[in-house]
């Protein structure tokens, strides 16, 4: 669908599931939408790398159990090959592993089959603007699936730097070294000292550790 002149082009989205019911329910929902598109579908893994090969999009909702490979492992070679698509995992099964596990993968996104419909368009929506998103079921695994440390409960962000608390904020919401580097016109080497002073201030070793904190902070609620 086309906007008219002047107006942003629709979200580009590519579907992938082997349950032909689940994809025509995601189409439907992308068609009622104005700024949003389907320009594709998928069955398997090699049917999606295939498609994102020829047909370039913003996001690629992914169920993660396909046939012949994992939503993660899907995941991990769109991320290996470059492709502009951002992964947002769809699942019936949200734990904290299993998020740990996509977010390591290269996802930007994760929303359960139990998340109402309009929670996955704002999912895409997150993902377009460089977001990333945990929808309410997967965050709560990710705040409270284990016990929280001195860290998030006590220390907050008090030590930071107002340029290493920026960095850190976009680290937890999906931005590359390069990214951040081109948005604050720094050097990506100042990125990563950026970072690792900030990590190693708040005793932050994982992405998955950043993540729960930027979520103890409030950094991904969307607002």
């Not at 090969?53 to 991990?76: F, H, K, Q, S, Y």
Request: hydrophobic share 45%; aromatic share 4%.
């Amino acid at each position: 669908m086309r906007g008219p002149a002047g107006a942003k082009p629709p979200i580009r989205v590519v579907a992938v599931d082997d349950h032909p019911i689940v994809l025509a329910g995601a189409r439907a929902l992308i068609g009622a939408t104005t700024d949003i598109v389907c320009v594709g579908t998928a069955s398997t893994g090699s049917e999606a790398l295939a498609l994102l090969e020829r047909e370039p999009c913003d996001v690629v909702v992914v169920d993660v159990t396909l046939p012949d490979m994992n939503g993660l492992a899907l995941a991990a070679e769109i991320t290996r090959r470059g492709l502009p698509a951002r992964p947002l995992l769809l699942t019936s099964d949200g734990d904290r592993g299993l998020v740990q596990r996509a977010l390591q993968a290269g996802a930007k996104g994760f929303v359960e089959k139990r998340s109402s419909g309009e929670n996955l368009l704002l999912a895409i929506r997150t993902l377009m603007l460089g977001g990333l998103f945990l929808d309410s079921y997967s965050a709560l695994e990710m705040a409270v699936g284990s016990e929280p440390g001195p860290t998030e409960t006590q220390l907050g962000t008090v030590g930071l730097t107002p340029r290493e608390l920026d960095v850190l904020r976009l680290v937890a919401l999906g931005h590359s070294n390069k990214e951040i580097a081109a948005q604050f016109d720094l050097s990506v080497k100042s990125v990563e000292t950026y970072r690792a002073r900030a990590t190693e201030k708040l005793s932050l070793h994982s992405r998955a550790q950043i993540v729960r904190f930027a979520l103890s902070q409030g950094w991904l609620s969307g607002d």
